[in-house]
């Protein structure tokens, strides 16, 4: 099974394929045009990450030597490099779009959320917004850093499907003890739901036509009862093994 997808501003996990002769580029925090071009749910299967695909090049990174270069500080640049495959350049690039967009240096739920639903304005994505900022918030401080939003970038934009997946397991592990039971799935499903526009409701299948019957769906994939949980290599080899579980934990959109 291969997973790809690309990166553009907070978001985060994407498991479609690329369409024929397009190109991605990851762009964090690209230009405001962006989401203004953002009028209905894009056309492609959307996790928690908005791909976008720029006919425009990322603007040329500063040089090391620059003021703005400085504005990270090396224990931060030195752990990233570390942590991620990022280069110093990148990282160095996406601090400096950072701040423009953030010049507080944190973003808030409330902040994730409205640039999210922007993104799904036919549908309610305030809840799906939610779980994705405490899955990107790691330190539980209610906001998200710098050097947050870049870890979250590197798991869920890396070409290793195992890494995305990682990423999903965390976004269903709602109260971060390190297991899924089918009440967090049904939870999420819940919340994925609401990214569906009501028009299309009907289309759905009738085995998955509401939340509750999309949880009972996945949870019959990873072979449990109805009062145990899943571990992360169990949901992860769950997801691997079966097509229909790996569309049934994101979202997508109707063409």
């Keep these: 099974m291969s ?4 990166v553009c ?5 994407c498991f479609c394929r690329p369409g024929p002769g397009s190109r991605k580029i990851l762009q964090p925090f690209c230009s ?3 989401f203004e071009k953002a009028k209905k749910p894009l056309p492609r299967s959307t996790c928690a990450i908005i791909v976008v ?3 425009h090049k990322l603007p040329k990174p500063p040089t ?7 504005a990270v500080s ?3 640049l030195e752990d990233l490099k570390l942590n991620t495959k990022f280069s110093e350049t990148e990282i160095v690039q996406w601090y400096s779009n950072f701040k423009k967009q953030c010049p507080t240096g944190r973003i808030t739920k409330e902040e994730f959320q409205t640039i999210y639903s922007k993104f799904f304005p036919e549908s309610d994505a305030n809840t799906y917004a939610q779980h994705v900022f405490r899955s990107f918030d790691t330190n539980d401080d209610g906001t998200l850093d710098f050097k947050e939003y870049i870890i979250a970038l590197h798991m869920t934009s890396t070409g290793k499907t195992t890494r995305k997946l990682e990423w999903a397991f965390s976004l269903f592990d709602v109260d971060k003890n390190g297991y899924i039971t089918k009440s967090e799935v049904k939870e999420i499903c819940t919340s994925i739901f609401k990214l569906i526009p009501k028009d299309d409701l009907p289309t759905l299948a009738d085995d998955e036509n509401t939340a509750e019957k ?3 769906k996945l949870w ?3 072979d449990k009862g109805e009062n145990e949980r899943v571990a992360e290599g169990e949901f992860i080899q769950g997801v691997l093994d079966n097509e229909e579980a790996l569309r049934l934990i994101q979202y997508q959109p109707m063409k």
């Design 214 to 216: 999309r949880a009972d």
């Design 9 to 13: 501003s907070f978001y985060s996990i």
């Design 64 to 70: 090391m030597g620059n003021s703005k270069s400085g």
């Design 53 to 55: 695909e720029e006919a």
């Design 3 to 6: 997973l790809s997808g690309g």
């Design 220 to 222: 019959n994939f990873f």
């Design 74 to 76: 090396k224990e931060i």
């Design 32 to 34: 405001s045009c962006v």
